[in-house]
């Protein structure tokens, strides 16, 4: 039996129909008490809820269980490791190539000891870490950053914009994740696409994507820091931190050398995904 943590997430709802329809196992999902249940396909009949922060209400899921998909956030593998007690044959650990950010900040703790966790307890398991995810649907990263430009064509960006992104389509992680599994226990894969865009870039080709020509605002680092320290300062809301604005100087590019050799990841490049997500909006079809 394959047990799916974190399966009504935005990855998790395209991971759970490809298993049930192309996976001969039965499969389990452990959902948060407050997920949207319904957002799991028809044929997911065993459904367990509880919380990953509490191992005793979560243990009976991992009972029966011979592989693992966890998809939820990796700071929760200390309770896969609890719970597990070593009887288990492969665990696929859905991290984030955050862990590499040289932007030191709680989240990117969490991902590196999460992963430590799985390390130190030897678990057979193999390791993935995607760069920023995006398809159709709300995928909070460029899904937003579309509705922006759909809405209002001016944006601001903090810095220069020529720092790299590498954004990743969310088939081609899915597709990474049955392979993993398919493959069995061993190895650490960054998932990204196939090129590395500029900031820039990227805005031009989501702004191409939605049918208008972005307006660029340029808005120097040192202002954007002070206008995040001054949010802390006064009662005025502002919708980015000190965190994000750094990390918007990183040049995230990465080598998918290994996932490729390993896994056959070929992903799909971000204006070929682009038009696969947004063209049908315009003849009235729907992806989502």
């Known amino acids: 039996m394959i047990l799916v943590t974190g399966g009504t997430g935005y990855t998790g709802c395209l991971l759970a129909r490809r298993l049930l329809a ?3 196992e039965e499969v389990r999902f452990l959902v948060r008490p407050s997920s949207d249940r319904s957002r799991l396909p028809p044929g997911a009949a065993e459904v367990f809820t509880g919380d990953l922060t509490r191992p005793r209400e979560v243990a009976a899921a991992f009972g029966g269980v011979s592989r693992i998909v966890h998809l939820a956030h990796i700071r929760y593998t200390g309770t ?3 719970c597990l007690a070593g009887r288990v044959d492969h665990v696929v650990l859905v991290s984030s190539l955050r862990r590499f950010s040289q932007v030191r900040s709680a989240s ?4 590196i000891r999460g992963e430590e966790c799985a390390l130190d307890s ?3 398991c193999t390791i993935l870490r995607p ?3 995006f398809g159709p649907g709300n ?11 759909s809405r209002i ?12 992104q590498q954004p990743v389509f969310v088939d081609d992680v899915v597709g990474a994740i049955l392979a993993s599994l398919a493959r069995g226990p061993g190895g650490e894969y960054a998932l990204a696409g196939p090129r ?3 900031y820039n870039e990227v805005i031009d080709l989501v702004g191409a994507a939605v049918g208008v020509q972005p307006l660029k605002l340029h808005i120097p680092v040192r202002l954007a820091l002070a206008a995040c320290h001054l949010a802390r300062i006064f009662p005025f809301e502002l919708s980015l931190d000190t965190e994000q604005v750094r990390r918007l100087q990183e040049d995230k590019c990465y080598s998918i050398d290994a996932a490729t050799q390993d896994l056959g990841f070929t992903p799909l490049g971000f204006a070929a995904a682009l038009s696969r997500i947004y063209r049908p909006a315009a003849t009235g079809q729907d992806l989502l």
Do not use: T, W, Y
């Open 22 to 24: 192309e996976v001969e």
């Open 80 to 82: 896969l490791v609890e």
């Open 108 to 111: 990117v703790e969490e991902v």
């Open 122 to 124: 030897r678990m057979p």
């Open 131 to 133: 760069s920023m995810i």
């Open 139 to 149: 995928d909070r990263n460029i899904s937003r950053l579309a509705a922006h430009l």
């Open 153 to 164: 064509r001016c944006i601001p960006i903090f810095g220069s914009g020529r720092h790299l």
């Open 196 to 198: 590395a865009l500029p």
